[in-house]
T-cell receptor, first 114, second 115 residues
Framework: AQSVAQPEDQVNVAEGNPLTVKCTYS??????LFWYVQYPNRGLQFLLK??????LVKGSYGFEAEFNKSQTSFHLKKPSALVSDSALYFC????????????FGAGTRLFVKA | KAGVTQTPRYLIKTRGQQVTLSCSPI?????VSWYQQTPGQGLQFLFE???????NKGNFPGRFSGRQFSNSRSEMNVSTLELGDSALYLC??????????????FGPGTRLTVL
């Protein structure tokens, strides 16, 4: 079965510093990986996805993610954090068996301090 | 293009009642999925519809059901509500079904509180 793990419940970073939110995956076959962000009382917003190709994926709002097959990781990164980046971040993997089911990690809460 | 809309945004019900939530996908999107989000269990997949057919179902009791109409709008129903059904219910739409590379776009959710 497909799964993703987000080892950190919370990440704290100062504004202007680089940020990393970690995600590891376990899949059979090719991995289809996604990052979403959720602001309070809102739905999930799509940030980026890895399908195939370049290991560095560029996404929305200046975010990018690095796919590492040997380490089965898909970490989310941003060179310079903003206070407005403070939110809940979810890593997800698509389970293609029998339909359109997305498996989400537990989420990582990012706090960016001014 | 309008995003995914969900109605109502907030609901308060009592145990034993039933509830129906509605989701209108992005225009042209044919696949609709539903997720339950709770602090304890996180985001859990409920079911997915494409062309009025349920293609996949998560591990939820039969009290949870859904359907999709010919215009791709979807509803989910929860009967005999329990306290543990209190959650944010999220709907997501995508262009096709079964395409693992497709991006799902989420609505703002319906916050259900069961008293």
């Amino acid at each position: 079965a497909q799964s993703v793990a987000q080892p950190e419940d919370q990440v704290n970073v100062a504004e202007g510093n680089p940020l990393t939110v970690k995600c590891t995956y376990s899949v059979s076959g090719n991995p289809y990986l996604f990052w979403y962000v959720q602001y309070p009382n809102r739905g999930l917003q799509f940030l980026l996805k890895y399908i195939t190709g370049d290991n560095l994926v560029k996404g929305s709002y200046g975010f990018e993610a690095e796919f590492n097959k040997s380490q089965t990781s898909f970490h989310l990164k941003k060179p310079s954090a903003l206070v407005s980046d403070s939110a809940l971040y979810f890593c997800a993997v698509r389970d293609g068996a029998g339909g359109f089911k997305t498996i989400f990690g537990a989420g990582t809460r990012l706090f960016v301090k001014a | 293009k309008a995003g995914v809309t969900q109605t109502p945004r907030y609901l308060i019900k009592t145990r034993g009642q039933q509830v129906t939530l509605s989701c209108s996908p992005i225009s042209g999107h044919r696949s609709v999925s539903w997720y339950q989000q709770t602090p304890g269990q996180g985001l859990q997949f409920l079911f997915e519809y494409f062309s009025e057919t349920q293609r996949n179902k998560g591990n939820f009791p039969g009290r949870f059901s859904g359907r999709q109409f010919s215009n791709s709008r979807s509803e989910m129903n929860v009967s005999t509500l329990e306290l543990g059904d209190s959650a944010l219910y999220l709907c997501a739409s995508s262009l096709f079904a079964g395409a693992r590379t497709d991006t799902q776009y989420f609505g703002p959710g319906t916050r259900l509180t069961v008293l």
